[in-house]
């Protein structure tokens, strides 16, 4: 079996499952946020229920339009914050939540070999520890609270195999940005994505979590990577359990075998509207830009800001870019404050975010009008994702997005650093 | 169950946000949802389509966000089936889950903006009233039809788990 195999097998109690299979399989920890956890909650009190599974086992977490946006969003943030309180379960105040793909790895909530769901696609993130992780809807969120299930079916596996070592300037984010751009938006359409090989044993966590936040932009169900002493030693610091560490056997069988040389990917960029659009970067360099923004589920980590502040460094945005910083938790808001670079950040014309979802979604601290491009490190580029359905967004890693706000247009990092 | 409505044609990879902006997720109301369904890509949809109208599509439809708010604003707005070649997974089981009736066929490119289609979803088979084409569909494995049959998920715990 594969390592998704083994995982699902084990919570759905039974020796093994098989492709295509549909199962009932136990969850360890179920999240939703303050746009879909509201529709959840409502389908759970219609059916008035008075109890959850267990309460140590939910999660809220609101970040996508906070530090509340409006009335509304105020509104549906209380939704959650009186369901967490009478209910017991982990609720993220503003001033302690964070961006909740970046935070609940770094709370230790997460351990190898957990099966996790969550009202947000980008669950897929929490593979990259091992863990069996993918995005659901409210209803299924309400259904897991009451009974600690989730209905599955069994994914096949693509494995992807990256040969060599990644270059300067290339991380998570431009092997995934590649992968997509190779295999197309729907290309790992109901598939669990796994990654391996040489390039990925050499990344560090901030990394794979990148990758794997990205497999639903491929259509991926879940995005894996096998746990190692890496996975061991961020679950160790995190406070976690380190959990169950499985591994595909060497008879697993994928419905595909993938082979990219990860040593000739070149930062890569991906066009409006679609994150398969990815490109060498130095295809894009006549494309001015009037907003850059660096955090998101993707890239907010504390690795991302200091690939960021290098390139910043003594160096001002140009004045015709609006560059927002935004760090994806308190824990890496206060990080980059010791390291000091939030203060280069602020030097060079940046402008710092609180921990939020915010522009990503177009939803605030960063909205573009009409005919607004930017680069951004989140993780989508669809029609309106930021604002305006006349803006455009390119996507990008961290340096790309520092160089081109400097330089006022896309850039490679090196243009810089000349 | 048989429908019969018009259909308003769409393309591949129809994404979450384009069938409901994130700036609308500020609510779960389903009336006000459904008053800005595929706003973005199709300005007052929800004004132009009668009940019973359906929504096709090519490849992935649906694919994004895990917002249930899609489905649901879909639903709202009165459409009574979405066709397409394929759905994005999360969409796929939202639609399952709320009771949206959604349909996978390949033939999805033959049909035409304002083709007037008959769905039967006892016999699996789609005609197209306009110009006279007939197509099979897959009935859903036995695991979703139950849900189906219950009326959703939440009807469906209701009646396995809660006694």
Redesign the interface.
């Known amino acids: 079996m594969t390592i998704t195999e083994k995982i699902l097998s084990v919570h759905a109690g039974l020796k093994e499952v098989i492709p295509g299979q549909f199962i009932e399989a136990n969850v360890d920890l179920v999240l939703a946020n303050d746009i879909t956890g509201p529709l959840a909650i409502e389908e759970f009190t219609k059916l008035g229920m008075n109890k959850v599974f267990d309460p140590t086992k939910i999660v809220l977490v609101p970040d996508h339009f906070t530090p509340c946006k409006d009335i509304r969003s105020a509104e549906m943030v209380k939704v959650l914050r009186n369901f967490a309180k009478k209910y017991s379960v982990r609720f993220y105040e503003i001033g302690k939540v964070g961006i909740e793909h970046a935070l609940l790895p770094e709370q230790g909530l997460i351990s190898a070999g957990d099966l996790i769901i969550g009202a947000d696609s980008h669950t897929c993130t929490y593979g990259a520890l091992g863990a069996f992780s993918t995005g659901v809807g409210s209803t299924d969120v309400a259904f897991a609270m009451i009974t600690g299930k989730i209905w599955l079916k069994v994914p096949p596996t693509i494995k992807f195999v990256y040969k060599g070592r990644c270059g300067k300037y290339v991380g998570g984010k431009d092997i995934i940005l590649y992968t997509i751009g190779k295999i197309g938006v729907d290309g790992a359409r109901y598939r669990a994505m796994e990654f391996t090989g040489e390039a990925i044993d050499g990344l560090s966590m901030d990394d794979r979590l990148t990758i794997c936040n990205m497999a639903i932009e491929a259509g991926g169900k879940n995005g894996i990577i096998a746990p190692d002493s890496i996975t061991e030693e961020f679950l160790l610091t995190s406070g976690a359990n380190t959990g169950t560490f499985y591994r595909s056997d060497e008879d697993a069988e994928y419905e595909n075998i993938i082979e990219i040389d990860a040593g000739a990917i070149e930062p890569q960029v991906s066009a409006p509207h679609l994150p398969s659009n990815a490109k060498n970067v130095r295809e894009f360099s006549s494309v001015s830009i009037d907003q850059v923004v660096i955090g998101s589920c993707t890239n907010g980590r504390i690795s991302d800001l200091r690939k960021a502040a290098m390139i910043a460094k003594g160096r001002s945005v140009h004045p015709e870019v609006r560059t927002i910083i935004i760090p994806a938790t308190r824990k890496v808001y206060q990080q980059a404050l010791r390291e000091g670079l939030i203060d280069i950040f602020v030097e060079s014309g940046c402008v710092i975010s609180p921990p939020t979802c915010g522009p990503c979604l177009g939803g605030h601290m960063g909205v573009l009008g009409k005919g607004e491009v930017a680069i951004a490190t989140t993780n989508r580029n669809f029609i309106g994702r930021m604002g305006h359905p006349e803006s455009m967004v390119y996507l990008s890693n961290p340096e790309v997005a520092m160089a081109s706000a400097i330089l006022g247009k896309i850039s490679h990092p090196d243009e810089v650093q000349k | 169950m048989i429908i019969k409505g018009k259909v308003w044609k769409f393309g591949d990879?129809i994404?979450t946000?384009?069938i409901i902006?994130?700036?609308y997720?500020?609510?779960?109301d389903v009336r006000e949802l459904a008053a800005h369904c595929m706003e973005?890509?199709a300005p007052d949809f929800s004004k132009k389509i009668a009940k019973d109208d359906i929504i096709v599509a090519g490849?992935?439809f649906g694919?994004?966000?895990?917002?249930?708010?899609a489905p649901?604003a879909i639903k709202g707005c009165g459409i009574s089936v979405v066709v397409a070649k394929?759905f994005?997974?999360?969409f796929f089981?939202?639609a399952i889950?709320?009771g949206l009736p959604i349909i996978e066929i390949p033939f999805a490119d033959k049909i035409s903006q304002g083709d007037i289609l008959e769905v039967n979803f006892d016999s699996g088979i789609i005609v197209n009233l306009t110009n006279g084409e007939k197509g099979t569909f897959m009935k859903y494995?036995e695991?979703?039809q139950q849900?189906i049959k219950s009326g959703?998920?939440?009807s469906w715990?209701?009646e396995k788990?809660?006694r």
């Open positions: 990879h994404n946000d384009d902006a994130a700036r997720l500020n609510t779960t973005t890509i490849e992935n694919c994004g966000s895990s917002r249930e708010h649901l394929s994005a997974r999360i089981r939202n889950n709320i494995p695991f979703l849900i959703g998920l939440m715990v209701k788990y809660i």
